[in-house]
Every structure is written in structure tokens, then in C-alpha cells.
T-cell receptor
Framework: QKEVEQNSGPLSVPEGAIASLNCTYS??????FFWYRQYSGKSPELIMF????GDKEDGRFTAQLNKASQYVSLLIRDSQPSDSATYLC??????????????FGTGTRLQVTL | EAQVTQNPRYLITVTGKKLTVTCSQN?????MSWYRQDPGLGLRQIYY???????DKGDVPEGYKVSRKEKRNFPLILESPSPNQTSLYFC?????????????FGPGTRLTVL
């Protein structure tokens, strides 16, 4: 059983729409959650992290965490073609300051169409 | 410029020939990690280090060694590479205990073991 699961996609959304990316995890003790973006042929880059239940907003991005249901999601508002990439969800067992072990999902490929 | 560097970027080698992939960061980060990325399997953590002389296994440590003798360097050693270690390897670093948003990946090393 995969520890962190993501739909591989591709998820296709029109420009200007909201893209919703989901991630579920199996370890109920997980404490820290991360979203990375990876363009084709490039390194992953951190978009957001969250460790409290609820929403966390940063510009056009909103991370949502529900520990009881063991899922974390990423919403991208006003999607742009430049948002087309693979989005990786990662989960860590540690609280802030101790989390170094990271388990990644296989990523969801997002395509924003004109 | 803040960066994580890896060398070499590309390497083709033969089974059993020991090799080292170097990783260096110039941000005085405490945490460093190695990952491999394979199609369909996503990013998997090999080893991580929380500080000098402190390392721990990730999810796929078999066949790899690491050392952290200096804060800036975290080399990955393959003592006897095998074809199943053909992969894209990323080194990453993160800031201190409360610096979740300071995470950087290196450019990647594409390794082929014949």
C-alpha cells in the first residue's frame, strides 16, 4: 500500500479556472505536509507547507489539511499556462523542527489549457 | 546566490565500479537529503542528515552510503553500483529547525549503470 497517494492525471483545467489537487496519506501520525511543483526536466521546488488543520493561503495557492480524513489538497486559483507542471505531495512524521524524513506521492500532472 | 550544486550532472558507468556524487550547499543549512526519482515511483528518499555526523536512512537506503563531515557537503556513495540504481538523483537542503520555507533542490544527476 502506497503511503502517499495522488492521482497521476493529467488534470486538465482551462486558463482562469481553479485547479484542485488532492493527496491522501496512510500514516495517521504524519504531522507536516508539503506541496512541490516540478516542471518537466527540472528540480522540484517548494510551493507550500502546512501542519495545522484548515486552510493556508499564499497568493493564488491554498493548501487544505484534514488530519481526521488523512488528506491534504492544493487549490490553484486563476490557473495560468505557466502552472502546467507535476505537483508532488510530501508527508513527514515530524513536527516543525524535527521533520527530515519525507515521503512523496508520485505526483499529479496539471495541464492548464488556453 | 543561494544554491545546491551536484556533480556530475550526467554519469554513465558500469556495474560494480564505485562512484561518488557530490552535493554542496552554500546556505549553511542544517538538513540535507538525497532522493532518487523513477518513473511511476516518484521521489524516494535515500538518506537524510540533520547535521554534521548525523545521518539516517530514508525509504530506499540499500546500496548507498552517505557521509556528513562538513555542514556544506553531503556526498552520495555507490560502492558497487548495479543497473537497478539507474535513476535521476536529487540532493536537497533545508534551513534550520524552523525554516520550512527554505528548501532547495539541486539540479539533479542522471546516472546510468550498464
Amino acid at each position: 500500500q502506497k503511503e502517499v497517494e495522488q492521482n497521476s492525471g493529467p488534470l486538465s483545467v482551462p486558463e482562469g479556472a481553479i485547479a484542485s489537487l488532492n493527496c491522501t496519506y496512510s500514516d495517521r501520525g504524519s504531522q507536516s505536509f508539503f506541496w512541490y511543483r516540478q516542471y518537466s526536466g527540472k528540480s522540484p521546488e517548494l510551493i507550500m507547507f502546512i501542519y495545522s488543520n484548515g486552510d493556508k493561503e499564499d497568493g493564488r495557492f491554498t493548501a487544505q489539511l484534514n488530519k481526521a480524513s488523512q488528506y491534504v489538497s492544493l487549490l490553484i486559483r486563476d490557473s495560468q499556462p505557466s502552472d502546467s507542471a507535476t505537483y508532488l505531495c510530501a508527508v513527514s512524521p515530524g513536527y516543525t523542527g524535527t521533520a527530515s524524513k519525507l515521503t512523496f506521492g508520485t505526483g499529479t500532472r496539471l495541464q492548464v489549457t488556453l | 546566490e543561494a544554491q545546491v550544486t551536484q556533480n556530475p550532472r550526467y554519469l554513465i558507468t558500469v556495474t560494480g565500479k564505485k562512484l561518488t556524487v557530490t552535493c554542496s550547499q552554500n546556505m549553511n543549512h542544517e538538513y540535507m537529503s538525497w532522493y532518487r526519482q523513477d518513473p511511476g515511483l516518484g521521489l524516494r528518499q535515500i538518506y537524510y542528515s540533520m547535521n554534521v555526523e548525523v545521518t539516517d536512512k530514508g525509504d530506499v537506503p540499500e546500496g548507498y552510503k552517505v557521509s556528513r563531515k562538513e555542514k556544506r557537503n553531503f556526498p552520495l556513495i555507490l560502492e558497487s553500483p548495479s543497473p537497478n540504481q539507474t535513476s535521476l538523483y536529487f540532493c536537497a537542503s533545508r534551513g534550520g529547525r524552523l525554516s520550512y520555507n527554505e528548501q532547495f533542490f539541486g539540479p539533479g544527476t542522471r546516472l546510468t549503470v550498464l
